[in-house]
């Protein structure tokens, strides 16, 4: 890790500060540090590896794992030695496949990923960046935040370690409830308890990690299906870029998994090798049985792919279909 002595201390700024996790953890972080803002308006790969080539000192740059994917692929990453020159990389908004945190530890770039909602003013849960971490998970609660993981059937139990169950968080960092919306607040707040709609377990140690959005999970011939899971696997594939799995209409499975994938710049790869390189990590249920190749996939303005896009998309050509 760079040390960066405070009068020196910067931030690189490309999250767009209307979003959430752009405004409490570049902007704001910035002004309570007294740091410099790199503010980068768009992004663009390679103006962005010119930023990067041209500062030596980067005390902090929180990111998202669309934009940390495309800057560890760029043919510049090596040669630039981007451990010299981030002091923190920190990831957010979506989780981080484990493939990627591998690569970029392998680089030698100081990480740490944490995890939060516009609910919980971008913030809940974090690794300790001085502490304990563990590759793919989100890490602890934030001092005075409490958390709990519930069973997915009632909201009401505890979850014992090991065993999947939704995040509900309480405490300072929560919201008061939806602007003018107290149907939708009355939903998502229960006494005190902000539900996230997100899926996780538990390790020995108190360690949290994410599993999958309650509403994006398969239920594919009666079994549940995590796409997380499988947009890992895919991810671990040395010539995929980017990678998305959901659940589409299967007549027979009630749903059936469907993955989207880009490839790296000059890489082939056909549906089959694909299949056949998940059959080798992923029980038979989870297979992807559908694959569509794309040049892109739909994101936020802070990179998250959008899996309610493609499932748009899907659900409007089956409809289509059907009449």
Known sequence: MTLTSPERRSVLAILPFFHV???IVAMNWAMLNCATQILIPLFDIEELMGILANF???TFFPAVPTLINAIINHPKAHELDLAKKIGLLNSGAAPMPLEMIEQVQDMGIFFSEGY??????????????LG??????IGIPFPDNNVRLVDLDEGIHDVPPGKPGEIIMKGPLIMQGYWN???ETNSQLKDGWLYTGDIAQTDEDGYIFIVDRKKDMIIAGGYNIYPREIDEVLYSHPKILDAVTIGVADEYRGETVKAFVVLKEGEQLTENEIIDFCKQKLAAYKMPRVIEFRDSLPKSSVGKILRKVLRQEEEAKHDKNRF
């Open 21 to 23: 996790y752009g405004n």
């Open 56 to 58: 030596k000192d980067i």
């Open 116 to 129: 939060g909602l516009s609910e919980s003013t971008s913030l809940g849960i974090a690794n300790p960046v």
């Open 132 to 137: 304990l971490k563990k590759p793919g998970s």
């Open 181 to 183: 919306n107290l149907e």
